[in-house]
């Protein structure tokens, strides 16, 4: 019995110490509602730039769940610097604004 609490708490430190990513490497999710075609969210590449884990972009000023369709993008919030464009700005990342087919998709 002792081992076995011993285990469920090793296995409960592991889990609470991984960095669990909204969209884990390899995976994608795509956005397929808007008019300009299909924006496919890449995992791998955005993990890669996100260092501080998911609360770089899920908090309370960007993306506050980690859940999609809980939150309406809209271009004109992403050039003025909210949401995808708080990276997508030019400097961290691609500008969005003049680089519509680097997301959409038709």
Not at 45 to 54: L, P
Not at 66 to 83: E, F, L, R, S, W
Not at 89 to 105: I, S, T
């Amino acid at each position: 019995m002792k081992r076995l609490i011993l285990l469920g708490c090793a296995v409960l430190l592991v889990l609470a110490s991984t960095n669990v990513m909204a969209v884990s490497k390899g995976n994608t999710l795509s956005f397929d509602k808007s008019k300009m075609g299909a924006v496919t969210f890449d995992g791998t590449r955005h993990n890669e730039i996100a260092t501080k884990g998911c609360r770089e972009c899920h908090n309370p000023d960007l993306f506050p769940k980690m859940k999609q369709g809980t939150v309406a993008i809209a271009m004109a919030n992403i050039y003025a610097g909210k949401q995808c464009g708080f990276c997508h700005n030019g400097g961290r990342a691609f500008a969005a604004k003049g680089n519509c087919k680097r997301c959409h998709k038709r």
